[in-house]
């Protein structure tokens, strides 16, 4: 039973806090990523949140001490110290996380000790992530990984080298390359990208992230509030970012090089650099619009993607006529209540709300992923993934491209078409 709960949790927050700490902190590439727990535990692994990497790809191993009857007996401190000593001699990475879970939390393992005396005897951080599945929610889990980063991690070395434009991105796990994307955005108007934190990153990058010139919080939920909390630490401006829709790309890279200029770096390139985009994907654009227009959409997602991917499909002639709000922040909440009104706003985002309101008609297409698609296809409404299990980056210019391109693809499909006709009989 107790095992369960570390794989269910609160079900309007997504989970529990093992599960939280251990998505925020994993797509930190270079590191490893150890479950101190039964083996059931690790079934949140890198495949619930498919992140991409530019490079080193150990955040992909699935790694437990998988504990059994005679480690609660007699503890499983022995044990996850031999596994830290034969990681390290396998693997040798710059650091390893290792995550408590509810069986050796409710048993008494020290897992702060092991660690600490781990990290003495292997010449390297082992870091404790305590945030076992009894403690919480997923969100209070991803505070507790923003935690970490911020007392353990973030100003324990200096950067190799220091820009006037230094940035650091926080809050984008890169699922799909996205944080990969924003990245090359960002460079491409001048910026230069210190440490993306946690996806993409790399360890020796996040250690000396508070030598950035700018924080920018691509997500208010991803690791509770860690952007204000660096922020009011080492003193570096920080403001809120989108990157989900071509108008709120330009708004973030504009306001970003107000920020910096302000500082007294030059970013001459950025002005330039937008408008050459915008023009870009507005001819990218012009042939998928009449095929889209018009059409009410039905928007399943979270997090600052609910009001950024409204005004997106607004600018795009569409009418988001019902969205989910469940997971999102009050500051997004109150920025979707601005883009579609509160009575588009689902008060009930269960699976039964959702089929209830396509049953109702008047839904021509629906975004999101997990059980909605079922639903949606159970309805015979269109549906394009745009959650965690995608594969198309929806940030940035291209990103805004892709997304209008998937929609039109799927409302020009004859299956949906097939599903709603009458039958032949």
């Known amino acids: 039973m107790t095992e369960r709960r570390c794989g269910s949790g609160p079900p309007t927050l997504g989970g529990c806090a093992f599960r939280g700490a251990k998505l925020a902190l994993q797509p930190i590439v270079d590191a490893l990523h150890l479950v101190h727990g039964p083996i059931m535990c690790q079934g949140h692994g890198w495949e619930s949140r498919p992140t991409a990497s530019p490079g080193p790809t150990l955040h992909r191993f699935a790694l437990s001490t998988d504990i059994g009857e005679l480690d609660l007996i007699f503890g499983g401190a022995e044990r996850l110290a031999t596994t830290l000593d034969a990681l390290a001699a396998r693997y040798d990475p710059p650091a390893i996380f290792v995550y408590q879970t509810c069986l050796p939390g409710m048993t008494g393992d020290d897992l702060e000790s092991v660690c600490r005396a781990a990290s003495q005897r292997l010449a390297r951080p082992i870091l404790a992530v305590d945030a076992p599945g009894f403690s919480g929610g997923k969100l209070a889990g991803a505070s507790t990984a923003?935690?970490?980063?911020?007392?353990?991690?973030?100003?324990?070395?200096?950067?190799?080298?220091?820009?006037?434009?230094?940035?650091?991105?926080?809050?984008?796990?890169?699922?799909?390359?996205?944080?990969?994307?924003?990245?090359?955005?960002?460079?491409?108007?001048?910026?230069?990208?210190?440490?993306?934190?946690?996806?993409?990153?790399?360890?020796?990058?996040?250690a000396g992230a508070h030598r950035a010139r700018l924080a920018l919080s691509h997500c208010s939920?991803?690791?509770?509030?860690?952007?204000?909390?660096?922020?009011a630490r080492w003193n570096v401006p920080h403001m809120r970012a989108s990157f989900y829709g071509a108008a709120q790309t330009s708004r973030t890279l504009r306001a970003a090089a107000a920020r910096l200029a302000a500082q007294g770096a030059v970013l001459a390139r950025c002005e330039?650099?937008?408008?050459?985009?915008?023009?870009?994907?507005?001819?990218?654009?012009?042939?998928l619009r009449p095929r889209l227009a018009g059409r009410r959409v039905l928007l399943m997602t979270g997090g600052v993607k609910t009001w950024s991917l409204a005004r997106q499909l607004q600018s795009l002639g569409m009418e988001v006529v019902a969205c989910a709000a469940h997971k999102?922040?009050?500051?997004?909440?109150?920025?979707?209540?601005?883009?579609?009104?509160?009575?588009?706003?689902m008060p009930d985002a269960s699976l039964a709300a959702l089929r209830a309101r396509l049953a109702g008609g008047g839904v021509d297409i629906a975004l999101g992923g997990g059980g909605a698609r079922h639903e949606a296809a159970?309805?015979?409404?269109?549906?394009?993934?745009?959650?965690?299990?995608?594969?198309?980056?929806?940030?940035?210019?291209?990103?805004?491209?892709a997304l209008a391109a998937a929609m039109a693809d799927a409302l020009d499909r004859p299956n949906w078409r097939a599903l709603k006709a009458a039958a032949p009989w």
């Open 272 to 287: 330039a650099f937008v408008a050459c985009e915008e023009k870009r994907l507005e001819r990218r654009l012009r042939p």
């Open 221 to 231: 939920q991803a690791l509770g509030d860690l952007g204000e909390r660096f922020s």
């Open 328 to 345: 999102t922040a009050p500051e997004d909440r109150a920025l979707l209540r601005e883009a579609i009104g509160e009575a588009a706003i």
């Open 378 to 401: 159970a309805a015979g409404v269109p549906w394009v993934e745009i959650n965690h299990e995608r594969r198309m980056a929806l940030t940035g210019y291209d990103g805004a491209y």
């Open 146 to 206: 923003g935690q970490v980063l911020l007392d353990h991690v973030i100003g324990t070395r200096e950067p190799d080298v220091r820009t006037a434009a230094d940035v650091v991105l926080i809050g984008d796990y890169n699922v799909a390359g996205e944080a990969q994307a924003i990245a090359r955005l960002l460079e491409g108007a001048g910026f230069c990208v210190a440490a993306s934190i946690p996806g993409g990153g790399r360890f020796g990058d996040v």
